[in-house]
């Protein structure tokens, strides 16, 4: 709905939901929400049609209706016009809803029982359209760095982040698995495509309940030929970059319903050693020892130096998979986005020779002749290659200083929770 007040005296049409009804007397209101907004249709005793007022009376909210009337300048109404309807069709009737959109905001557990209903929820609307043009951003970005998007199996026979975390599928006469993450795909898609990226569901079958775990995320995966991390991490920073703008240009929007994001500019990101973060942690006082891994509560503390974005980069590379490219022995080229405290991207360099590979494996107790699929493809000609996983659940939530994951989640799947 694109009613303003430059179309003052012009006759539209709009459709949308009644969100509010409201009888002065001979002034009667009906707000109307669309995804953008409301506008308001104002019925006026001898201005308005007699049958309108009947169709009034029946109205209830959420009701599914369409106005045709005239458009007229208003210095009090919403978006600063009103419309005087010459005609309403009302095209479905809603029951009353089993939760409060308008006023009360239920826990997140009634929200989400019945979240086709919540979604109409305005601070919905506005997260869940700015998701949308963050996707865009993240596409743009890496259509311009000459990536291709491919989509690659979900269901799958080996696992690539570690073996506990895979859901199991009975494919006809074998067991399979969701995909954790198209790791080996994308790596093996260097050795043609070069640049790819795919932007699609990963299933880790964790069994801790979190405010940032999920057990269906969507992830963005990026991998390159003849890229090492730190190329891929400056794709990262220019695509951080330009996703603070996207959320910058939604900044009124998110006003209105109260979001209020936590990043909306970014200038550089911090590329910081692990074994620096380890040195700030202990004299702030944490139990941190080298080879641990830093957690959200770390990872916040350490925004006192290096702002909302930075990058860990260099980890122990016993805490990275086996496919991570090592550095100085015992270190790795990897690297974690971390946004708002929230690791919401890791990465690295990745070993393209088969022997290396194989050796890695053997080092955690991985038998190379399960990837066997795998490491053939590493005979022919495999370059040089680095990427990235991305969560994008995560990301709007750290952008936006959401405080759980299932906020920047659609219909989110935990470990209570498959239904709706
Ligand atoms: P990793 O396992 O770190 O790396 O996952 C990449 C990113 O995905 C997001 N993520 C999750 N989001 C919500 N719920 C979860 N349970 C969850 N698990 C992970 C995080 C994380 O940073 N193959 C590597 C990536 C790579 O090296 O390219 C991988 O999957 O934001």
Not at 179 to 196: G, I
Not at 265 to 275: A, Q
Not at 380 to 394: D, K, S, V
């Given at each position: 709905m694109d009613v303003t007040?430059?179309?003052h005296g012009s006759e539209v049409v709009v459709a949308g939901w009644v969100w509010e009804l409201r009888d002065i007397g001979k002034i009667k209101f009906i707000v109307l929400r669309d995804r953008e907004g409301f506008i308001q249709i104002t019925l006026k005793a001898g201005k308005t049609p007699e049958n309108l007022?009947?169709?009034?009376?029946?109205?209830?909210?959420?009701?599914?209706?369409?106005?045709?009337?005239?458009?007229?300048?208003?210095?009090?109404?919403?978006?600063?016009v009103e419309i005087f309807p010459s005609e309403i069709w009302v095209l479905n009737k809603a029951k009353p809803l089993p939760i409060d959109v308008w006023s009360e905001t239920p826990d997140l557990a009634t929200r989400l029982r019945w979240r086709s209903v919540d979604l109409k929820r305005p601070r919905n609307l506005a997260i869940f359209s700015l998701a949308s043009a963050m996707l865009r951003t993240i596409r743009d970005v890496l259509y311009g760095e000459g990536f291709v998007e491919v989509f690659t199996p979900k269901i799958i026979v080996t696992s690539t982040e570690g073996g506990a975390e895979l859901?199991?599928?009975?494919?006809?006469?074998?067991?399979?698995?969701?995909?954790?993450?198209?790791?080996?795909?994308?790596?093996?898609?260097?050795?043609?495509?070069?640049?790819?990226?795919?932007?699609g569901p990963a299933y880790r079958a964790e069994k801790h309940n979190t405010d940032y775990h999920l057990n269906e995320f969507i992830s963005v995966d990026a991998e390159a030929a003849f890229m090492d991390y730190t190329d891929i991490m400056n794709i990262l920073e220019k695509m951080t970059k330009n996703l603070a703008k996207t959320v910058?240009?939604?900044?009124?929007?998110?006003?209105?319903?109260?979001?209020?994001?936590?990043?909306?500019?970014?200038?550089?990101?911090?590329?910081?050693?692990?074994?620096?973060?380890?040195?700030?942690?202990?004299?702030?006082?944490?139990?941190?020892?080298?080879?641990?891994?830093?957690?959200?509560?770390?990872?916040?503390?350490?925004?006192k130096f290096y702002g909302p974005v930075y990058f860990l980069v260099n980890f122990p590379a016993s805490l990275?998979?086996?496919?991570?490219k090592r550095r100085d022995g015992e270190k790795s080229e990897s690297y974690d986005l971390i946004i708002n405290g929230i690791e919401v991207a890791s990465g690295a360099t990745r070993i393209h020779r088969r022997d290396e590979l194989e050796e890695e494996m053997r080092k955690r107790g991985l038998d190379p002749r399960l990837f066997e699929a795998h490491l053939s493809v590493f005979?022919?000609?495999?370059?040089?290659?680095?990427?990235?996983?991305?969560?994008?659940?995560?990301?709007?939530?750290?952008?936006?200083g959401l405080d759980n994951v299932r906020h920047a989640t659609l219909y989110p799947r935990d470990r209570y929770r498959v239904e709706p």
């Open positions: 007040p430059a179309l007022f009947k169709i009034f009376v029946e109205l209830g909210r959420e009701d599914v209706i369409v106005v045709k009337g005239v458009v007229e300048a208003s210095k009090i109404a919403k978006r600063g859901f199991p599928v009975l494919y006809f006469e074998r067991v399979a698995y969701l995909s954790q993450s198209p790791q080996l795909y994308k790596e093996q898609l260097t050795a043609s495509l070069e640049r790819v990226f795919e932007i910058a240009s939604f900044s009124t929007k998110l006003n209105e319903v109260g979001v209020k994001p936590v990043v909306t500019e970014v200038r550089n990101v911090p590329r910081v050693d692990y074994d620096e973060a380890v040195d700030w942690l202990r004299r702030l006082g944490f139990a941190v020892n080298w080879g641990d891994d830093l957690t959200v509560e770390m990872q916040m503390a350490l925004m990275r998979p086996f496919y991570t005979d022919y000609g495999m370059p040089p290659h680095a990427g990235f996983g991305l969560g994008f659940n995560r990301l709007v939530t750290a952008m936006l």
